[in-house]
C-alpha cells in the first residue's frame, strides 16, 4: 500500500519489519528491493535482488527487476542480459520484452525498440489506453487507401509521435487521426486537409477505413534509423499566429529582454515520474543568473507557490490568466511561440515546444526516460531541443549550472 501511494521509505520499513519476523521471506525481500530502486537507491535495490535471484536463480520476476535495476544505472548492454535470462525462463513474460524495448532504445537500436515496443499491450503498461478493436486488418507500412491512426499513451506523446503524419501522407491518400481534443485546433492548422481529425473512435465505422494502427506503433514502420527522424524534427506545428503576435506585444512591452518560459512540475502518474519535478525555488535561484522576462508555462493551480518565489528571489514570473495551460493547448501554444526560450522538466510543456520549433532546454532527471537517450544531449525527435542532465540522483546542480553557462554571456 505504501509502494502504490509513493511512500517508498515506509514501505521499506514494512518490508524490513517483515524480514526481521520471517527472514526467509523471499516475496518481502522481493519487494523491498523494487521500492529500493523506486526510491534511487540503486545499491540497496540490488543487494536485495540479487539475494533472491541467489535463494530463487529462476524467479523470472527477480531478472526482470534486476534489469530495470541496471537500466537506472545506466547499463543498458547487462539490463538486456537480465531481461534475456527472465524472458529465457518466462518466454511470453510482457513486462520483460516491452523492458528490453527501453534498453534498445537507449542503444538507438530503432528496429529491435520498436519491435519489442508492441509487447507494451500485454504487458498493461498504467499510462497506455485501451487498445482498439477492429475487423480491419493492421496497417503493416504498405500503400493503402485510407488508415486510421488511434490514440494511446498521454498527451505529450501524442505530439512527439504526430512528427510522422507527414511521412504516413505519403503512403496513405487519406488519413484520420484519433487525438485528445485539446490538439484538434492545432492540428488543423498544422497538417494537410485530407488528414481528419476526431476525438473519439466511436465516431468512425469500419467502412470508413482500410487499415488501422495505434500511433505508438508507427515508428516501428517509419523509424528505423536516426536518419529518420530527420523529415519531422524541425517543428510541424503551427501555433495561431495572430495569438502569437498579441502575446509577444503583451510580454515585449513589459520587458526588453529575452522572454523565457519556464515548467518545473509533471504531474504525470507514471513510476518514478515525481524524480523529473524540481522545486521552483531550487530552479529560482538559478534563474536569477540569466536575464530574461520569465513567463510561466506550468499548468495546474500553481499562482500562490509562483507569487510566493517572485517575493523570495525577485524574479517576477508572468502568468497569462487568459490562457488556460492545462486545456488550452492552442492558447500554450501560441504562448509558448511567442518565447525565445523555454526552460521545462520533462513534461508536455517539452513536447509542445519541440513540436513548434522552440528553443527548449529541457532538464532530466539521472534515470530519464529512454525517448531521450542514455547520454546525448541533443534529442532525435526534435532539433530544437537541447538536454541537460542530473550526474547524481536527485542532485540539480549540475544540469542547472551547465544551463546557467549556456545562457549567460
Not at 548492454?77 to 534498445?104: F, H, V, W
Not at 487519406?174 to 492540428?187: G, H, Q, T
Not at 524541425?234 to 501555433?239: F, P, R, T, V
Not at 525517448?371 to 526534435?382: D, E, I, K, L, P
Request: overall charge negative; charged content about 25%.
Amino acid at each position: 500500500t505504501f509502494v502504490k501511494l509513493g511512500k517508498y521509505s515506509e514501505s521499506i520499513e514494512a518490508f524490513k519489519n517483515a524480514i526481521k519476523i520471517e527472514p526467509e521471506n523471499l516475496d518481502a525481500l522481493y519487494n523491498m528491493s523494487i521500492s529500493f530502486r523506486l526510491q534511487g537507491d540503486f545499491d540497496e535495490a540490488m543487494e536485495a535482488c540479487s539475494k533472491v535471484l541467489r535463494a530463487q536463480p529462476r524467479n523470472a520476476k527477480a531478472h526482470h527487476t534486476m534489469g530495470k535495476i541496471l537500466q537506472d544505472l545506466g547499463k543498458p548492454e547487462e539490463a538486456i542480459k537480465a531481461y534475456t535470462k527472465a524472458i529465457e525462463i518466462k518466454p511470453d513474460y510482457a513486462g520483460a520484452l516491452n523492458s528490453l524495448s527501453k534498453c534498445y532504445l537507449m542503444q538507438n537500436d530503432f528496429v529491435k525498440a520498436f519491435e519489442h515496443s508492441e509487447w507494451r499491450w500485454l504487458a498493461q503498461q498504467d499510462n497506455i489506453g485501451s487498445q482498439f478493436k477492429s475487423n480491419k486488418p493492421s496497417w503493416i507500412g504498405e500503400q493503402s487507401e485510407k488508415v486510421f491512426v488511434w490514440k494511446e499513451q498521454g498527451i505529450g506523446d501524442e505530439l512527439m509521435l504526430s512528427s510522422m503524419f507527414v511521412d504516413l501522407i505519403k503512403k496513405s491518400e487519406n488519413i484520420v487521426i484519433e487525438c485528445d481534443s485539446r490538439l484538434i485546433p492545432l492540428y488543423k492548422r498544422s497538417f494537410p486537409k485530407n488528414i481528419q481529425f476526431i476525438n473519439d473512435r466511436n465516431q468512425i465505422s469500419e467502412g470508413d477505413y482500410d487499415s488501422q494502427i495505434a500511433i505508438g506503433s508507427l515508428p516501428k514502420y517509419l523509424r528505423h534509423e536516426l536518419n529518420d527522424f530527420k523529415s519531422g524534427a524541425s517543428g510541424w506545428l503551427s501555433a495561431d499566429g495572430e495569438k502569437v503576435n498579441v502575446l509577444s506585444e503583451k510580454l515585449r512591452s513589459e520587458s526588453a529582454g529575452k522572454i523565457i518560459g519556464i515548467s518545473w512540475l509533471t504531474m504525470a502518474a507514471l513510476e518514478k515520474a515525481q524524480h523529473r519535478n524540481i522545486a521552483l525555488p531550487k530552479l529560482a535561484d538559478y534563474l536569477t543568473q540569466i536575464p530574461g522576462k520569465y513567463v510561466s508555462l506550468q499548468y495546474g493551480d500553481v499562482a500562490e507557490e509562483v507569487d510566493y518565489v517572485s517575493c523570495q528571489t525577485g524574479i517576477n514570473i508572468s502568468r497569462i490568466e487568459e490562457i488556460d495551460n492545462f486545456r488550452d493547448i492552442d492558447g500554450l501554444a501560441a504562448l509558448i511561440s511567442a518565447c525565445d526560450l523555454v526552460i521545462s522538466v520533462d513534461n508536455l510543456t517539452v513536447h509542445l515546444a519541440g513540436s513548434l520549433g522552440v528553443d527548449t532546454r529541457v532538464l532530466l532527471p539521472k534515470v530519464a526516460d529512454a525517448r531521450w537517450g542514455a547520454t546525448a544531449q541533443n534529442s532525435y525527435w526534435y532539433d530544437s531541443v537541447t538536454l541537460y542532465r542530473q550526474e547524481v540522483f536527485g542532485d540539480w546542480s549540475h544540469p542547472l549550472d551547465h544551463l546557467v553557462n549556456d545562457l549567460t554571456p
